[in-house]
């Protein structure tokens, strides 16, 4: 049975914020399961350090 692809949509850094666990996870999979040079492996693992540092204070609604 093949998974079905939900179509990604981020409206604004407040809607990433909120999706940020489920984004995290699947660029964690990325790490694990892709063959990334080890460049990009490693600004990946960067992205997902300095995005985990981010918070609810840290993000100003767009209006």
Do not use: C
Not at 36 to 61: C, F, N, T, Y
Request: no cysteine.
């Amino acid at each position: 049975m093949s998974e079905k692809q939900t179509s990604l949509e981020i409206t604004n850094a407040v809607d990433f914020y909120r999706q940020w666990p489920s984004l995290r996870a699947n660029a964690e999979h990325l790490l694990e399961t892709q063959d990334l040079a080890s460049d990009d492996a490693e600004v990946l693992r960067w992205m997902i350090k300095v995005v985990d540092m981010v918070g609810p204070h840290d993000i100003k609604r767009e209006r």
